[in-house]
C-alpha cells in the first residue's frame, strides 16, 4: 500500500516527464484536446466568471475557457507538477487573468466560496483521496457554483478491466469509478449531483453542484 508521500512522488514524476512533449501534437495531445475540447463546449463560461481547471497540464483548456469571453473573468489551473505549471506560465505568460499554480489537490491554496467552475479532466482517477479532493472543490466553489469531473467511467466490463490491468501496471493510476461511484463520492463531499454526460463510448462528465 502507498503512502501519500510515496504517492504524490510518483505522480510528479510522471507528470514532468509527460510535460517534455505533451504539447508536440502526437496522440497524447490530440486526445486530450479533443475530449477536453468536447467538456469546454458544454460550459456556460460568462464574462465575468471564475474558473478553476484541477490538474490543468500546460493550460490548453484554462485558455480555451478564456479565449471564450475574450479573457473577461478570473482564470485558474492548478497541477502538481512544476514542470506542468512552468510551461503554462510561458504560454500564457500575456494573459493577465490567467493563473497557474503548482500544488495539490487536496490543498489548494485558494480562498473560499470563489469559483463558478471548477473542471477535472482525465486526472481524477490518480487521486489517492478522491472524497477528499472533491470536498476541497466543494470548499473552493460558490453557492450555486459547479464541479465538472471528465474521466473514463467504469460502467462497462472493458473499462472495468482496463482499470484492473492499469492498477496492475500504473504506479500512478488509483481507481477509475462508475456513475454511482460518483454519485456516492459527490454526496460525501456535500456536492448535489446534477447530472452525467457521455463524451465518447468511455468517458464520462460528471456534473456536481454546491
Not at 507538477?81 to 489537490?105: G, P, W, Y
Request: charged fraction near 25%; glycine fraction near 8%.
Amino acid at each position: 500500500m502507498k503512502t501519500e508521500t510515496e504517492h504524490i512522488r510518483i505522480n510528479e514524476l510522471k507528470w514532468n516527464k509527460w510535460a517534455r512533449d505533451l504539447d508536440s501534437n502526437g496522440w497524447r495531445y490530440r486526445y486530450l484536446r479533443r475530449v477536453q475540447g468536447a467538456l469546454i463546449s458544454i460550459l456556460d463560461v460568462k464574462e465575468g466568471i471564475s474558473f478553476l481547471d484541477v490538474g490543468c497540464g500546460t493550460g490548453w483548456a484554462v485558455g480555451r475557457a478564456a479565449e471564450l469571453v475574450n479573457d473577461h473573468g478570473m482564470f485558474y489551473g492548478i497541477d502538481l507538477s512544476f514542470k506542468m505549471i512552468e510551461k503554462a506560465k510561458v504560454h500564457f505568460q500575456d494573459r493577465k487573468n490567467l493563473q497557474f499554480i503548482k500544488s495539490n489537490v487536496e490543498s489548494i491554496p485558494l480562498r473560499d466560496n470563489f469559483f463558478n467552475i471548477i473542471i477535472c479532466t482525465n486526472s481524477f482517477h490518480h487521486y489517492l483521496n478522491p472524497g477528499s479532493a472533491l470536498k476541497e472543490m466543494h470548499r473552493l466553489l460558490k453557492r450555486g457554483g459547479r464541479v465538472y469531473i471528465l474521466d473514463p467511467t467504469a460502467d462497462t466490463w472493458l473499462i472495468k478491466v482496463i482499470d484492473r490491468i492499469m492498477g496492475g501496471f500504473e504506479p500512478a493510476h488509483v481507481k477509475l469509478y462508475s456513475s454511482k461511484e460518483f454519485r456516492d463520492l459527490f454526496a460525501g463531499a456535500g456536492l448535489g449531483y446534477v447530472t452525467t454526460k457521455s463524451i465518447d463510448p468511455h468517458q464520462k462528465v460528471h456534473v456536481g453542484e454546491k
